[in-house]
């Protein structure tokens, strides 16, 4: 009876993009102290980015491969693309129902199965354009800026040097062909 739920954990962490080695940098404790990747919040994160990612896994109404899970301070964000705005509510829910999360930023994307193939690779071209489009700026090109596009909403973490560099990178993007819009979800430094 155990192997099941211990396939299941496994299965969840190798299909979490969420736990990656970017998160492993110091995260903000809602108090405005330092919480090094050790412990504080990362940990908290990180277990509930790993059972969100497993519940969905677990239910059989959502197709948890096509879902990324991301924490940061208790609050969930789920990305990617789903078949129907009933599997993106479902998905919603699930990560509401788990013990310890604090929120649900539903960003999903309802493409449906048959324009899947077309939309992801769309996607690929957009997400390439846009990172060698910032990478060519001179104010951007030296800053940690990951792209991710769903459907042609486009995505931009990480950090910049200030509030300056980080407009830049969204109207950048938004000139790229193809992106419908920017989530600029980028951290400045100063």
């Known amino acids: 009876m155990k192997w099941p739920l211990l396939l299941l954990s496994v299965t969840a962490l190798i299909l979490s993009p969420g ?17 090094q990747g050790t412990g504080g919040n990362f940990m908290k994160d990180s277990w509930l980015t790993t059972k969100t990612k497993s ?16 924490t ?3 609050v969930v ?3 990617g693309k789903v078949g129907s705005a ?16 604090k929120g649900v930023r539903n960003a999903l994307q309802i493409v449906p199965e048959k324009a899947r193939k077309a939309t992801n690779a769309k996607d690929d071209d957009i997400e ?14 030296e ?37 419908k819009t920017v989530r600029n979800e980028l951290e400045s430094k100063s």
């Open 128 to 141: 390439k354009a846009v990172a060698e489009r910032l990478k060519k700026d001179e104010p951007l090109k």
């Open 86 to 101: 009933e599997e993106r509510a479902i998905a919603e829910e699930i990560a509401k129902g788990v013990d310890g999360v």
């Open 19 to 35: 736990l990656s080695l970017a998160q492993s940098k110091a995260t903000t404790e809602p108090n405005g102290a330092k919480a």
């Open 77 to 79: 964000t789920l990305l």
């Open 55 to 70: 519940k969905l896994v677990a239910n059989g109404r959502v197709k948890a491969r096509h879902i990324t899970v991301e």
């Open 143 to 179: 800053s940690d800026i990951k792209v991710r596009s769903d459907n042609g909403v486009v995505t931009l973490s990480g950090k910049v040097p200030d509030g300056k560099v980080k407009t830049r990178a969204a109207d950048l993007t938004r000139r790229v062909p193809g992106v």
């Open 72 to 74: 940061q301070n208790g």
